[in-house]
């Protein structure tokens, strides 16, 4: 059975780890959205990944192979955050007996 752990990302965090997922957040248009690190290609970690615009659209380039996704489709698919203040509290899925450790300086090149 699972369910979901609600965390929080403090000013300056930027990366959480809940069990053996990693998630982060990413802000654009004013919005805050928390998604997961692992590329759907193969794993890599798109927290690692750049962003560039083209074609008026923001890509997100994953850093192992190199495939670029569309930054508005992983933000729809993120997990439910709320910005409160300078704080994000977000809900991603969790199995019973895990707990979430977020992380500092983990740079998201832009
Ligand atoms: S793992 Fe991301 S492009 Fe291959």
């Known amino acids: 059975m699972s369910g979901r752990l609600r965390v929080r990302?403090?000013?300056?965090?930027?990366?959480?780890r809940v069990g053996d997922e990693l998630y982060?957040?990413?802000e654009r248009d004013a919005e805050v959205s928390v998604i997961h690190s692992r590329?759907?290609?193969?794993?890599?970690?798109l927290h690692l990944g750049t962003v560039s615009a083209r074609g008026g659209a923001e890509l997100l380039r994953c850093p192992w192979h190199g495939t670029e996704?569309?930054?508005?489709?992983?933000?729809?698919?993120?997990?439910?955050a709320v910005q409160v203040g300078g704080e994000v509290h977000a809900y991603p899925p969790a199995a019973p007996g895990d707990s979430a450790h977020s992380a500092h300086q983990i740079v998201f090149a832009k």
Not at 9 to 16: E, Q, R
Request: net charge positive; glycine share 16%.
């Open 69 to 80: 996704f569309p930054l508005a489709r992983l933000c729809a698919k993120g997990v439910p």
């Open 24 to 26: 982060f957040r990413i």
């Open 9 to 16: 990302f403090g000013p300056g965090d930027n990366t959480v």
């Open 39 to 45: 590329c759907p290609h193969r794993g890599g970690p």
